[in-house]
């Protein structure tokens, strides 16, 4: 039988010439573990966005806060402001500790804060970077965080720089390639490596042309004994099987 682990399906790519790297927003992190993460690093016109939509949302709770301790007189007022204040300093800090990273505008911006490595956003980190905010505001409409922002390559707002960190794009859950639906066939001995490869060329096989398929699914004759169509076919009944589509 031969080795499979030797042989890889990958489909030519055409050359793509790079983007300048200032136009770059993808940084690549390597965890303790090894793992290298790609973050899309979020500039300040989505973050503005994700500001407004934060800024109606609680304003809008406030307003009809206001409306219902009016009944209250003064101490309604009182009331009131502890609820401005609070509000308006642990609002934010709550949602990214445990709502994923995300305020609702975050949220529907498709936003996320986390540490510089990666890591989730805590507790000190995200105080930290609210606080920071009232300077960040200075002098008027955060002229200081839009300058930091603009003056390094991760788009940090001033407490952003303070508590180490950034503000990603959220990356879409990934979809599960599905086998497509046939006979299912239990294959001869084999490892654990080449029952991965062939469910590997199953589930890429509606991004290949039948003919790239017939290619791919040639390298493997020796094992199949079949060609061509035939092939593939008898590749992808392995695959069902490994899969566990079978009765």
Known sequence: MPCFSTISFRQPRPAIMPEPALLDTVRQIETPEGITLNLRVAGPVARALAWVIDLLIKYTALLALLSALTILSRGGLGIW??????????YPALFEV????ATPGKKALGLMVVHANGSPVDWSAALIRNLLRAADFLPVLYGFGVIAMLSNRDFQRLGDLAAG???IYRDPPAIA????????LPPPPLT????????????????LNPARQAELAELLAGFTRLS??????????YARWLAGDHP
């Open 228 to 237: 061509g169509i035939a092939g593939v076919e008898r590749l992808r009944a």
């Open 98 to 101: 445990y709502a994923g990273g």
């Open 165 to 167: 960190t950034i503000v």
């Open 192 to 207: 654990l490596a080449e029952q991965q490869l062939i469910i590997n060329f199953a589930e890429r096989g509606a991004t």
């Open 177 to 184: 390639p599905v086998l497509s639906p046939g006979p299912a």
């Open 81 to 90: 402001l502890i609820a401005l204040f609070l509000t308006e300093w642990l």
